[in-house]
């Protein structure tokens, strides 16, 4: 199987499929807004050493798995541990990949109409008028057919470029979008900083005040410093599986990193700087992008290019990012199934298509069928996505190969393509470290989520975690951490899984006692 295998063309369009994977909508407005609302500078330089810290670490160990294996997510859970459940990893992230895109797509079809919306001048009555905005905004995702259609479209598009495979599709087009998206970028940020005012953005979103950088700060940052690299749905395992022994898979990894970062921090400059220049309230999260920014760009001399250029951009990353969650899913149905490229990728195309027509639905079409968690069936695939599916695969990757696949066999895959310095014991300890760091990291972002009690309880659980990774650190052997890595295992598990039975109860049974 793995000798008939796709391989990437190159080493270049590797890096920019993967970068393009972890770039997406919620990179492009998410990291500018909690930076600025966070501490700017100082929030930014928080995120830099959690991404390092966190992010590196699993992006590499995805890579290094799909490598090793040359299969997807499922299959190479089930060769690196064969006969147990690991396996059910690789299936948490499929079913992650499935759920994500039902309502990706949807948001994906919004920015197609935006795009259109600019062309064709529909942004010139919300000059200065946010409220109208909002009211056009919602009015279409509310409407029945017409975001149905664009999310067709949007997942027509994904269908097409996967099925072409994964050097004629994936990093065929890759290598055209993520060079735009940079570009563009590039132009929307020296447009908005010689805007009058525009230098109060750059101000808000890098000028250190660490007055407001919080302990909450510093979770988020931890949090986003994990989602921001699609981490847990097992996207990078099968990035990584076209992979071949060359491959550095440590400066591939520092690069996807780089250019995610870079971007995020691109996004930031061209949204803010503008925000700033025209007057409007920064502090508005995704409504940035369907509200304020389409109620800013009429009064800039060309605004109907500037609009066109952002949502073509947002397009991009959007589109990017879907591509990469598809062949997760696709991969799977090739790899265990036997199934075609062109076979897997339009039948759970479509099926994700018809999920997403679901989600559309339920923001006012009609058919809602979670009414009784009181959320639409959007918000639900979202909620369920990225607060449990996500952050549970991640967990779990780490401890797979902390307990069961072992740092051992990780660093011998590791090694293959680069070189490693002498000093291996003090890589072992680092890269140990980094896996605990991840599972404290997702422990201490649930715990944070619910009430001051908890958030406290996770936060103290962090500190005296910390300190005991230290304090062994000063063990001479490298096998003095297996009984701590194990126990530290037993009391992450319990702690997430003590958060999770709470949060289900208090937002499931508490709300039917209540009401």
Not at 54 to 62: H, T, Y
Not at 279 to 288: D, H, K, R, T, V
């Amino acid at each position: 199987m793995s000798s008939q295998r796709e391989q990437w063309g190159s080493r270049l369009g590797f890096i920019f499929a993967a970068a393009g994977s972890a770039v997406g909508i919620g990179n492009i407005w998410k990291y500018p807004s909690m930076a600025g609302q966070n501490g700017g500078g100082a929030f930014t330089v928080v995120y830099l050493i959690c991404i390092l810290i966190v992010g590196l670490s699993i992006v590499v160990a995805e890579f290094v798995i799909g490598r090793k294996t040359q299969l997807s997510p499922v299959g190479a859970f089930e060769k690196l541990a064969p006969g147990s459940n690991w396996k059910w990893v690789g299936f948490l992230g499929v079913a992650s990949a499935f759920v994500i895109l039902s309502f990706y797509g949807v948001v994906g079809g919004w920015i197609l109409k935006y795009i259109i919306d600019s062309i064709t001048g529909g942004f010139g009555i919300l000059s200065g008028n946010p409220d109208k905005a909002g009211a056009m905004f919602d009015g279409f995702i509310t409407s029945t057919f017409s975001p149905i259609i664009y999310q067709i479209f949007f997942m027509a598009l994904c269908i097409f470029v996967i099925v072409q495979g994964v050097k004629g599709g994936i990093e065929k087009w890759s290598k055209v979008m993520m060079p735009i998206i940079i570009i563009l970028l590039g132009v929307l940020a020296i447009r908005g900083i010689t805007l009058e005012g525009g230098m109060e953005g750059l101000s808000f979103l890098f000028n250190p005040r660490f007055e407001d950088l919080t302990a909450s700060a510093i979770v988020l940052a931890l949090g986003h410093a994990f989602f921001t690299v699609s981490l847990g749905m097992g996207t990078m395992i099968t990035y990584g599986s076209y992979l071949n022994k060359k491959q550095n898979l440590m400066s591939s990894a520092l690069w996807v990193i780089f250019l995610d970062t870079a971007i995020a921090m691109l996004a930031g400059v061209a949204i803010f700087t503008t925000v700033f220049a025209l007057g409007a309230n920064p502090a508005e999260g995704p409504g940035l992008i369907f509200v304020i920014l389409p109620s800013i760009f009429p009064q800039l001399a060309g605004g109907a290019v500037w609009g066109t250029l952002f949502f073509i951009l947002l397009f991009m990353a959007a589109l990017t990012s879907a591509i990469s969650i598809l062949e997760v899913v696709t991969a799977y149905f090739i790899d265990q199934k036997g199934w075609s490229r062109k076979k897997a990728t339009i039948r759970f195309g479509a099926i994700i298509t018809i999920v997403g027509v679901f989600c559309s639905l339920s923001l006012g079409g009609g058919i809602n069928i979670t009414e009784f968690l009181e959320m639409p069936f959007f918000d639900v695939m979202d909620y369920l996505s990225s607060k449990y599916m996500l952050p549970i695969g991640g967990m779990l990757t780490a401890i797979f190969i902390l307990d069961k696949w072992g740092i051992k066999e990780y660093m011998y895959e590791l090694r293959q393509g680069m070189n490693i310095p002498s000093n291996e014991r003090l890589i072992k300890k680092d890269t140990i470290t980094s896996f605990l760091l991840l599972i404290l990291t997702l422990v201490l972002v649930n715990a944070a989520s619910l009430t001051a009690y908890f958030g406290m309880i996770g936060f103290l659980f962090s500190v005296l975690t910390i300190v005991q990774i230290i304090a062994i650190f000063q063990a001479d052997d490298i096998n003095a951490f297996d009984n701590f890595v194990k126990n530290f295992l037993i009391i992450a598990a319990t702690v997430v899984a003590f958060i999770i039975f709470n949060e289900v109860y208090f937002t499931i049974v508490g709300k039917a006692l209540i009401g």
